[in-house]
């Protein structure tokens, strides 16, 4: 079933048409059926797809397809109920097979007028509002639909009229494209305000549908997540400073999650965790429950402080621990069974976290974590806190009931020192760390010392 995403955010210049474009073009590169819907008067999106072509720098060839508001002006006009997307001629691209577009048009911008009209008089028994109110939605499903489109990436302007509006809650899903500052993280907190008087609102209006045998949208758009770009990066490869904390406060600001969701979030989980040790990496993390969307409302959570808190607290050896409030969730609402069936959720010490064992997955994570060990054994010595890692993750290999018979464990025991004991082996790194120091203290204090003395001071 097709998708419609938008990528939105109020504050103009944050990289939403760039990365819509991008996006498209590798998901079409990828072998999907991609249409770019340019919903923005300022037809960025267009001038992206069609800039390659001859047509678009010949003042008297007129643009291919038909524009968005060709398409809906019979609708706005009133000529007919909804629009026939059977007539509606999209573009090709001529360099991405597969990539198609909804060309923008600059008269668009007269659509807010009537979008803002059928926004506040929809609620009424004015069939022609209604009818225009669902015209977005009808308009991008439908031609989703008669295409067999995957995806239909919708490029919004940055503002918070109506068109924008009636595009947002016509799609399943949208991102926000972000640049780490001062007014981003601001407009970030406007978009919580304003999505939820949309979606609230649009609860309204549907119920008023019925008895006109109209059948309204869902209007519950997801946020499908933050799309943080650096680009503004001012010197060498890093972005400034400022960026990071300005970033640091978004991610704070922003997170989603469903119930039903959650089962299938920790299964990705799982496979992220199993793919990063195969790479020789050992994870960490915590989950945490929050709800985004409360009755139909966009609520901010604190749900990535509480992980973060979780995570430096107890997240010490090589595991994703499981908030409380996820296991709290599964059991009062009768749903244990979900969880339990699921294998998800392991228990040490009164801590959980998430298992990662199953039969089959058993002796992939036993090779990958026994060479990440050997391969790291020789830095490993004298460093307890590392090496506790790695002991812990052996021990939970272990304890899990899908032991594959006959396996070994792979981190040698303690053992008594002996007269084969080479000391000075059994620590290299710190021999050579007190070597280095027993010098420095010799010639004076680190390189400025040395640099002073050599010019005779
Ligand atoms: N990753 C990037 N690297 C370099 N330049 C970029 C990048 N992303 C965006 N830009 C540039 O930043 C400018 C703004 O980008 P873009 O038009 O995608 O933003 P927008 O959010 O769609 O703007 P608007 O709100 O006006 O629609 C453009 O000139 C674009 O080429
Ligand atoms: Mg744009």
Redesign the pocket.
């Known amino acids: 079933m097709s998708k419609l995403i938008t990528f939105y955010n109020n504050k103009?210049?944050?990289?939403?048409?760039?990365t819509l474009f991008n996006l498209a073009v590798h998901l079409a590169e990828s072998g999907k059926k991609i249409l770019v819907a340019d919903c923005?008067p300022?037809c960025?999106a267009t001038e992206l797809f069609l800039a390659s072509s001859e047509e678009f720098d010949d003042p008297d060839k007129s643009l291919p397809g038909t524009s968005i508001y060709e398409a809906l002006r019979p609708r706005f006009e009133g000529e007919v109920a909804r629009v026939d997307v059977t007539k509606v001629e999209l573009v090709a691209s001529p360099i991405y097979k597969g990539l198609h577009l909804l060309r923008g048009d600059l008269e668009f911008s007269s659509a807010e007028g009537y979008l803002a009209n059928a926004t506040n008089q929809a609620i009424t028994e004015n069939v022609h509002e209604k009818n225009t109110y669902l015209a977005i939605h009808r308009l991008l499903s439908g031609i989703a639909f008669e295409h067999r489109f995957d995806y239909v990436l919708c490029d919004v302007?940055?503002s918070t009229g109506a068109i924008t509006r009636m595009v947002v809650l016509a799609s399943d899903g949208f991102f926000i494209?972000l640049t780490p500052d001062r007014f981003c993280s601001q407009a970030v907190r406007v978009l919580g305000r304003v999505l939820t008087e949309w979606i609230k609102r649009h609860e309204e209006i549907a119920k008023t549908f019925a008895p006109f045998k109209l059948k309204p949208f869902p209007g519950k758009p997801c946020f499908l997540g933050a799309v943080i770009?650096n680009?503004k990066v001012h010197s060498g490869t890093s972005p400034k400073v400022s960026y990071q904390r300005w970033q640091e406060k978004i991610n704070d600001g922003l997170k989603t999650s469903k119930q039903d969701q959650v089962v299938p979030f920790l299964r990705l989980l799982k496979r992220v965790q199993i793919s990063f040790l195969r790479q020789g990496l050992f994870l960490r993390g915590a989950a945490v429950y929050a709800r985004h969307f409360q009755s139909g409302k966009l609520t901010y959570s604190p749900a990535l402080t509480r992980a973060h808190k979780l995570e430096q607290e107890s997240a010490i050896y090589p595991r994703i621990m499981i908030d409380h409030n996820i296991l709290e969730m599964f059991y009062s609402s009768d749903q244990q069974a979900k969880l339990v069936t699921s294998c998800l959720v392991s228990e040490w010490n009164g801590t959980f976290f998430l298992n990662i064992l199953e039969p089959k997955t058993w002796p992939v994570v036993h090779a990958a974590a026994r060479d990440l060990f050997h391969r790291d054994s020789h830095k490993l010595a004298g460093k307890e806190s590392a090496f506790a890692k790695h002991v812990w993750f052996e021990n939970y290999l272990f304890a899990s009931p899908y032991v594959k018979r006959g396996s070994k464990r792979y981190i040698p025991g303690p053992r008594l020192l002996d007269e084969k004991a080479d000391v000075v082996r059994l620590n290299p790194a710190q021999r050579q760390k007190s070597a280095r120091e027993r010098m420095r203290k010799h010639e004076g204090v680190g390189d400025k010392g040395q640099r002073l003395k050599a010019k005779g001071y």
Not at 12 to 18: E, F, H, Q, R
């Open positions: 103009g210049g944050v990289s939403k048409t760039t923005d300022q960025n302007g940055p494209p770009q680009f």
